[in-house]
């Protein structure tokens, strides 16, 4: 137990009154962007409504608000809503995944094998530079018309992007901080853990959050070429048929549920930096 003497002569560690302020004004920050943000939102949706009930637009083109709430409610109703979502959602989930890791794993041996880096520098820039979307139907002969061909979509848009963006963190990493550890006998696999993945955290998350898009990308594209269900069959079907709030329906719910991708994203990168800073402190 420390007495009161020992208390007083403790060193008063408590926040003073300008870094209160800046946190203050920090938090004030950050709440009044996300409500200009939300209230962006509210305000294109709104003009959409209005200017459409005002015929300034042709409501049978772009479709409005209303209009898709109550399709959303038919599609609840007939009980396809959830299936269709569920369908396009599995599919960017597991191409994302694919994506990532694989391509984690090819910059990791593309590091390690400088011989095969050389080797391998111009097929990547070929083939980033490819149109993924013209082989589709090759994928389909391939693999067959099915969820595996859509995958594959969207790993042939992905990967490539992911391998160039880790690879080049794992390059930029600071040399002198790779010598210390070889210094003291690290061997490549410690560098690779200590010193290349720790430096190149915010180009591996760089590539999450640009694999977002790829991944939503890759399955539309899959899915406007072979696919029996999934958002990307109800734009395919709702053009054909002239529904175009069907198709307008699909395009919002897509951009709401790659918005929420993308905020799992942003909340995986500050939970393992909030471990990082606990672990340093």
Known sequence: MFDNKSQKNLPDISPSTEHIRFLQEVRRRKMSIRLTQILILVAAFAFWEIFAQLKIVDPFITSQPSRILQTIRTLYEGGVLWHH??????????????????????AIALWW????????EPYLVVLNSLPKIALGPVFIVWIGAGPAAIIVMTLAISLIVTILEVLNGFLATDKERIKLVEIFGGNKFQVLSLVLIPSSFPNIINALKVNVGLSWVGVIVGEFLVSKAGLGYLIVYGGQVFKLDLVMTSVVILGVAAALMYQGVVFLERLILRKNQSRSS
């Open 85 to 106: 979502i569920w369908v396009t959602c599995l599919e960017t989930i597991i191409g994302f995944l694919l994506g990532t890791v694989l391509g984690v794993i090819l």
């Open 113 to 120: 094998s400088e011989f095969l880096s050389q080797v391998m």
